[in-house]
């Protein structure tokens, strides 16, 4: 099942890595890559257990409090590995940061199938929507680890880092709304959390990582 996740994950990094042949190192891109599904998983296992079924007692507060925590949470994870020492100040973190999103995001797919099946809703097609939102999940989470990447790189983590806990908000919001909601309103909130990370990742592509080929060319030009 959790090749699900995997094989859009992967797609999405080779169609994303061309035009940045030599920026990063084949094993650097499985290392994270892998990395992230490691991590994933146990952010993914971490929201399975630690969320409670919701409850419209708690309601509002409640949500809020898992949005703000999680966001932290995952976002300091990428943060962790992509801060590595050898990785501060570098081209290819970016990249990696990419590399490192698209597996962590695949761990999720999974674990969101599975709650999927349990619901009081069950059926294939319920599940299929399910499936279908877990891209969001890959998308949101690629984009936000490549973003940090090149704080990292520009050596203004804290602010990119910040930015990427307060973009994982609104996304953790509608995650938490598809918990809260029936079959009818599932299709649009999973719907949302593609459309949301489709956003995110399509900015951070065609805006942040080509920021790299910039430089390389300034510092080129420079020395000719």
Known sequence: MLFLGIIPALLLLYIS?????GFYKDKGIFLTFILGI??????????????????????????????????????LFKTMVLNLR????????VIYG???GLGFGSSFTPFLVILGSMSSENS?????????GSLGFILFHAATAAYIGYGIYKNKLMKFLIIAILIQLPFNLIVEATRYYSESYHVCLQTALVIYGLIIFWYVVKNIIPNILKDEKRK???KT
Do not use: D
């Open 220 to 222: 080129r030009s420079k």
């Open 98 to 100: 990419l590399s490192l």
């Open 86 to 93: 050898r990785l501060q100040g570098k081209k290819e973190t």
């Open 38 to 75: 490691i991590f994933g998983i146990i952010a993914a296992i971490v929201r399975f257990v630690t969320n409670p079924l919701p409850s419209l007692a708690l309601g509002f507060v409640n949500a809020l409090f898992y949005v703000i925590i999680y966001a932290l949470f995952e976002q």
């Open 17 to 21: 890595l061309k035009g940045y042949e």
């Open 124 to 132: 294939l097609t319920f599940v299929s929507i399910v499936a279908f």
